[in-house]
């Protein structure tokens, strides 16, 4: 299922981190909690953050006219959307001016760091997009915010690794 939104005039993604081939593991990777939303999401979401996830809402390749994506939205970026990663995957390994694919995910309650090793738990519902590689980190359980914010294990990024 593709959607499209567009219209962020010039608007520049960030970041490759992450950026591996992921088709060795693209069948470990979740499918869209609700396939029928996928292309409905606003184009804004929030960027990064949160260290943990509940869902994911979507995959997203944002593609880039001034990079030699075709000009499907008067010279603006925009972005294809998709229910699994391997489809993203296969649209922007073919598609010049294309990103890699993003997941859009769904954070119930997440964990802000305001500052350098200061952290906040947010039980606030946001959306927000990501690296696919940040998806390897296990789904949020009702003990992984509370059991990192206790920092009892000696890593508490092992935590959010699944490894604690």
Not at 96 to 111: K, R
């Amino acid at each position: 299922m593709w959607g499209r939104l567009w219209g962020l005039g010039g608007f520049e993604r960030a970041g490759e981190e992450g950026t591996i081939s992921w088709m060795s593991m693209s069948s470990q990777l979740p499918r869209a909690l609700d396939e029928s939303l996928v292309g409905t999401y606003p184009a804004l979401a929030k960027a990064g953050g949160g260290y943990v996830w509940d869902a994911v809402l979507e995959y997203r390749v944002w593609c880039h006219p001034a990079r030699g994506a075709s000009d499907l939205a008067e010279g603006s970026d925009y972005f294809e959307s998709f229910a699994t990663y391997e489809e993203a995957f296969s649209f922007a390994d073919v598609t010049d001016g294309a990103e890699e694919p993003l997941a859009l995910v769904l954070q119930e309650e997440y964990i802000d760091e305001p500052s350098s090793g200061q952290y906040v738990h947010v039980r606030d519902q946001r959306i927000t997009e990501w690296p696919v590689a940040f998806l390897t980190r296990p789904r949020r359980t009702p003990q992984t915010i509370p059991e990192f914010m206790s920092g009892t294990a000696p890593n508490r990024v092992d935590i959010l690794r699944g490894l604690a």
